[in-house]
Every structure is written in structure tokens, then in C-alpha cells.
């Protein structure tokens, strides 16, 4: 298949992704979605870089995936925080962000 | 043949995605994305990165989505499906925004990456000769780790460390038997977990620390007055953070 | 030392007086700021005469002297100095004030011995002396309008002198609001003759007035009749009168200084020195004429029936600065300034007299309660009787010659002025008539209580002080009248005042007896070197028609006036009962106030009710403040919504900025 195939299908993972992010209320989930949007990144990363036949794009898809672990590790940690405070495990609910 | 694995895989990789969105329970979410990055792994497989490829199923759904399975056992409580009932303020509004959102992005990018009138898109990539240290092999990435890359590599290590610290810091079970005590629902603040619990508000000031003591000692300390609870301070097994904010207070008074 | 040097201390001697004593009132003992103030004034005169003698130096034509001591403000289409002018009219205005204040000062010295605010008194009227100067020496239309300003503000201050006084807080306030008005039209008046002259130094508009306007030209009629109405309510006419019979609610000093002798002689002095432009606006100078002329017979009319002895003599000041109005308005200059001279002396001299009877008195102002002081009080009844005969013109008094010239030159104008001639020797009738219905009801009869105590040696005090106005109960300290009354026969510095006055009343006439010598004519002459209306032309036949008339009604007023009030006090009554609709028109001043209460003020509170009631709080809270406030809060309102602290709608703004920005990139390429 041409590039273009998978380039549409990474723009399709990253799209799903970012309706998740918004549609879901429990953070894990959100997280998760968050992570598709990562993984759509790197699909399309990829593909460029076979198209270019370098591999600056498998490199910068590595850091991605290294990053993507960093944050799932900080961002499970504050949900169990939270869930350990006995605070309610909804994204809704947390909003001191307010004016 | 190719073009087979490349529908399969990207079928596998669209429902996953799918799945992930939609399905109630976080941990069929979590199982779902499982099955989502190994359809990913594939199609990178197609594009001949394999190492990335390797390290996608190695890494990621081996070790990131197993640290995601704890925390859903731990945690996950089941969520309502998109289609059910949001009780949130604007949840109906939410659904059509994100469907809206959504496309729109979804055009955006299709433009962006399809229509950006480059011919090489068309092709299916530079040329490749197999061999042992060609394009996507892990000896290429090493190389160009250690070569061009040495500095992206070092940071992102050191990225990781930060991350393990801060996983332990967020993590760690702070002061007494909390779970037990009745705590009325309170409105989270990101804040709070960096202070100690009872103090922020005040009712530190108003009622002295008794009432965080109340708050943290437990049941049968709320019978002491409020001198025996300062001279207890809170957070037996705190870190130095709680005993400073506690002795901070009582110099306050 | 030249002319305009001395001007320059006439001005500063005053003003110095105000500032020592204003700032040094609490460590000046006793009488100290008295003679502070009568010295300051003292020097003044000094200097005036100084001024004079140099001015009379130069050659006639060479007599306007002006003197810019700074510039205020010189610019494009103005120019704005502080510059007096020293010219025979304004040497002769500064050497009747100051002489006659300093005569006040003297005799206010013994008058307000004891009251708390003797100091304040002083160094108020040492500023009101100032300011009256001020505005005199003017140069220029500025310092006119600014001396204006100040004379009504130093009124105010003394009106309402004994200040816990309601009726003279009232009173200080209505003249206030008068004199605004006035104001107001003095300052549009200015814009009306700048506008055209461009020029506000006082030589340079009226040698450039002939030339810019013509004769009877709209603007220069509105400037001169708005002048007018400047005059009008500084001097106390019709229609704007009715603040001065409630300004007798200052000390008696007060009301002889400012309001017989320099004060309402303001417009008068105005309309004198505006004269050339007055004469380019015929129709100013004869609104002013008939103004004048019903002001004199008005005032005359009530003056018969008023009780309080100050407000007979308020309205008789009314009427005669009516016939100086009427004088400058028809041309008569110099017998109009003649007049305001003379004027100055007997009325002040009254004035002082009424503060002797009414210390004398006890407080106490009501004719209806006085009679048979001629015993008690000898030295006051003599003062009485010589302003009582120079104003009702008798000769050889000074009121006789005078008031005879006005009413010749008016009679000269021919045409209609011959009914404001009648209306004229109708006013002397009158006068004669309530100046000794004054005096011999006070004098005459049998002593009341407060005589026969006098007669005794004791002078009366009321055990309980009140207000002579409403009767209310008062006490001594400050903000009313001291505990001290006096009268003239135990103070020396009161007599010695009244005494040079009387002496001014007798004689003060003798400078321009017709056909004899022409002082004042021959003195003014100068500042009135362009009018062609300056020169009498004395009709001997006419002259001497009207002095015979004013003597023979005079001394018939004189003789009505005892039948009636001495004779037979039963004619009043019965007068009173037979005429009882007139008596009643009198008695409330022609309902002039009640008129003005219905036409101005009522209007005036009723849209001030409004505005605060319905457009303050509906349009400007309600709307304005509350729309704009409204809005605002809307709109942020609004944009606060979008902080609602869910974690959803910030990644659904974020996703929309994403995409927003894309379609940006992708639009531009």
C-alpha cells in the first residue's frame, strides 16, 4: 500500500483518540484515549520515515513511546492518589479549575 | 499479500480504537487497546520498523498496558457508556462537540497529510535492500541512537528517572489509617496532595490543629483536646513535609 | 509715586488688612482687629487721595492711566491682564469707598465690641473693601467680573455673619443666588462685547466699540441689556430685588456699607463705565431707564408700610439707587455718580442711626415698638433728622441737589421721559413721607420702656435674647449677637463716624450747586469724553422749576408725615382699614417673592426632584451605570462560563485551537 494508506489511517487512530479524550469521564479511559492520539503520532512518523528512507522518524517514534510511558506512569499515579483519598473517580468531579 | 495484513492490521487497529472509546468497563477499554497496539506493531512491521515494532509490543503492551491492568484492578469502577445517561452539565452537548470535534479534526488532517500535493506519499517509500544493519534494523536504530540521536537518547532516560521518582512520590500512602475515618466528600484540589491533610483551610486557624488531628488520627483521638493532639502530631509515618507543615503551625500559634 | 502706584495700594492695603487679620485672628486681643481694619482701610483712603492728586496732575485728556501689573494670560484672541485702570470715574468710586468705609470700620469697632466673631467680622470686610475696589479699579472686563464675583461672595459672608441665625443663613443665601444670576448675566454680557471687540482691556473696547458696532445692532443690545441684568441684581432691581430688605439681617455696619453705600451702587458704577457701549444699544439704556424709574416708585410704595426700621431704610436705599440707575441710564453720568456720593453719606449716616436705636432698643427693630427717643437718644435723633432731610431733598441738604439733577437731565431726553420725570417727583413725595414716618415714630410720642430706662441712664438688655426677625430664643456666644449693645451717645468712635457722615450729608451737596459750581462735572469729565450725551444742557427755566417742585413736595411729605404719625396716628388706621386691598399689596412687597417663589424656584425644586428621583435613578443608575455594568458583567459573565473548571471543555477548547490553527496552515497553503 502507498504511504497515503497509512498516513489515513493515522490521522483516523488520532481522531478517535481525541473524541475519547473528550467524550469519556473516567480518567483512565481518558488516559487511554490519550494514549491512542500518541500511538496515531507514531503511526504517521513512521510512515514518513519509510518514506524519506531515514530513520529519524523511528528514532523520534521511540522517544514518543518513552514519553508515553513516563506520563501513563505519572498519570496513574495520581489516579490512585485520588482514588485513596476516597475522592470520586470522575473527571467531572474535578473541578478546581473554575472562575 | 502485503495488502492483506495492511487491511487486517488496520481494521484491528480502527476497532480497537474504537472499542477503547466506547466500551463501559475501563479494563475491556484497556484489553481493547492491547489488541489496538498490536495491530499497530504490524503496520509498523509493513513499514519495515521493526525494531519500533518490537519495541511497541515489548514496551508498550507489555509493560505499560500491564501497568495500566493493575491500576484498573485496583481502581477501575465501571463508567457509563457514551450512549447512556451524562449527567455532567452539557454531557448531550459533550457528545455532539466531540462528534463534531472530532470530524472536523479528522478532515483537517486528511487534508493536511493527503493533500498537501506530495508526490511521495503516493509511493510506497524510499527503496529498501534487506540486510543486517539496513533501514529498521535494530543495529540502524542503535547506530543512529548512539551517533545522531545521543543526546535525545541521555534526556529521555533521564525522562524516565524523573518519572519513576515521581510515580513513587504521588503514589506513597501518607499518614495513618485514613480509609478508616468517615470524610465527608470534599472537592478535590490538585494541591492537596502536597500538604498535609486539615491544613489549607480555615478551620486550621479557627480550631488549631485539633482539626486535622481529628481528621488523621482517628476515631479515638478525637476524644483528646486539642494540646495532646499538637503534642501528637499528625502524620506518624510521614516524610519530613508533614512534620515541617505541623511544627510550622504550632510556631504559628 | 504715580497715579497708578497709589492705585496699586489701594488695592493692597485692604488686602493686606484682610490677610493679618484672617490669619492672625486668634492671637489679636480685644479691639486689635478693629483698628487693624479701620487703619487698613484708613490708609487706603490715604491713598486714593494720593491717586487723585496725582491724576489731577496730568492734563484732562491725559487722565486714563492704565497699569498691567502681570500678564494673565495672553494668547491668540485674548488678552488677559491684571491691569487697573485709574481714571477720574474710578478715583472717584475709590475715594467714596474708602472714605465711607473707613467711617464704617470705626463706627463697627464700638458696634460689635463684644461678639465672638469680632475678628472674622473684620477681616470679612476689610475683603469686601478689597473687593469692592477690585472692582472699581478694574482694567479690564477680568478683574470687573472677578471684583463682582468676590463683592457677592464677601455679601454672602456677612449677610449670614451671626451664622446660627437661620433667617441670616437664608438670607445670605438668597442674596447669593441673586447675585449669581447677575453674574451669569454680567459674564455673557463680556462675551457679547468680546466677541466683536476681541479685546477685555476697558480702553481698547471702548475706543474699538464705535467702530465695530453699529447703533441698535442685536449683539450689542443682548451685551448691554445682559449688562444690565448684572446691574439689576447687584443693585437691588426690579425684578431682581428681593434679596435686599432680607439682607438686613446682617449687623447694621454691614448693611450700611454694602448695601446703601458700595455694593448696590455696583451697577451703577457698571453702567457708568460702560457707557459708550450703553449708548450704542438705545434700547439697554431705556429698559435701564424704565427698570430704574418703577424701582424707585415700587420701593417707595412699600417703604410706607414696612415695621422694621433697617428694611424702611433697605427699600429706601432700593428707591434711590433706582433714580441713579435711571440717571446713568439716560445719560445723566455725572449727576447719577453725584447722586451715588451723596447717597453714600445720608444712607450710611441712617443706617448708623438705626444701630444706635436699635442698641438702644435692646435687639429690637419693630417701629411698632419704639417711640420717644428724642429725649433719651439726642445725638442719634439729630443724625436722623439730617439723613432724613437730606434724602427727602431738602436744601440745602446734599440729597436735594443731587437727586434735582437727575431728573433735569431725564426730563432734557424729552419724549417719554417726561413720565419718568413725574414718576421721579412722585418718588421724592414718597420719600418724604415714609423717611419721617420713620423718624417720628421712633423719636416722636410717648418714651416706650427702653427710653424712659435710657432717660434713667440704663441702657435696656433683653433678659432673654431673640431673634428680631421670628422672635426665636438665642443665646450670646458666637454665631449670634454679642451680649454688648451700645448707642451712639456712649461711644465715642460710633459718634465720631456719624458725625463726619453728617457732616458729608449737609454739606457734600455744595460741590454742584447749579449754576454755581460744576466739581463733579468738570471732574468726571474726562472718563466721559466720548458721550455726547455728558454735556447738560441746562434749561434754567426748567432747573429751577424742578427745585422748587422737589422742596415743595418734600417739605409737604415732611408736613404729611407729622399729621399722620405725630398728630394723629388714628389717619394710619383708619387709611389702613378704608385702602385694605392696597395695604395688603404693600405689605407683601407687591408679592414679588411669593411671584418668584411660584415662577423659579418652584420649578426649579420640582425639576431638581426629578431629576434625582425619576432620571437619576431610572436613566443614569438604572441604564447608563446599570447598562454599562450590566453588560459588562454579561460579557463576563459570559466569558467566565468558559472557566467551568470541567476537564472536558478544556480539552474540547484544545482540540477546537488545534483545529482551528490547522485550518489556518492549511488555508494560507
Redesign the interface.
Known sequence: MSIAWYLAVSAIIFALG?VG???R?NPLV?LLCLELMLNGANLSLIAFARMWGNGDGQILALIVMTVAACEVCIGLGMIVAIYRRRLPID??E?????? | MSTLFFFLAAFGAIAGAIGVIALRDPFFSVLSLVAHLLSLAILFLLLRAEFVAAAQVVVYAGAVMVLYVFVVAYVGEADEAIGARLR???GAN?RL??AV??G??LV??L??LLG?GLKAIEGYGAGYTPGPRTYGTPAYIGNLLLTRFLLAFEMASFLLLIAAVGGVVLARRRGGLEEETAEEEREFAPLELLRPQGTGTMAEGVTGLEFAASHSGGAEEEAKGPAESRRTPVAVGAAEQGDEHDSEGEDGR | MSATTFGWLVLLFPLLGTLIIGFGFRVLPGRTAGWIGTAAIGLAFLAALGALIKMQGHAPSGRELNSSLWSYAVTVGIDAHVSILVDPLSVYMILVVTGISTMIHLYSVSYLEQDRGFARYFAYLNFFVFSMLLLVLAGNFLLLIVGWAFVGAASYLLISFWYRRTTATRAGIKAFVINVVGDVGLVLGTYFIFKHTGTLEFTKVFAAAPHVFHSGEADITAGCLLLLVGAAAKSAQIPLHTWLPDAMEGPTPVSALIHAATMVTAGVYLIARMHTLFELAPAAQDTGAVIGALTLLIAGTIALVQTDIKRVIAYSTMSQIGYMIMGVSVGAYAAGMFHLMTHAFFKALLFMGAGSIIGAMGGEQSLQKMGGFRKALPFTFACFVIGGLALSGIPPFSGFFSKDEILLVTAERGGWHWVLYVMGYLGAFLTAIYTFRMIFRAFYGDPVAEAKELEGGHLHHAEVPTNPANGEVEDTDVGFPGPHHTIAERALPMRVAMSVLAVGAIGAGLVQVPGVDDVIVNFLRPSFATSPLYEPHTRDGLLIFGLCLGTVLGLTGIAIAYRIWVREPAIAVRARARFGAVYELLWHKWYFDEAIDLLVVRPAAATGTWARGTFERVFVDGTLIGGTTGVVRAGSAAV?A???????????LL??G??AV??Y??LQ?
Open positions: 481525541a479524550v473528550i467524550v469521564r481518558v473527571v467531572d474535578m473541578r478546581e479549575l473554575q472562575g | 455532567s452539565a452539557g459533550m462537540a466531540a470535534l472530532g472536523a479534526l483537517e488532517l487534508i493536511a498537501s | 467566565r468558559v472557566q467551568s473548571g470541567f476537564l472536558r471543555y478544556y480539552a474540547a482540540l477546537l488545534v483545529g490547522g485550518l496552515f492549511l497553503s
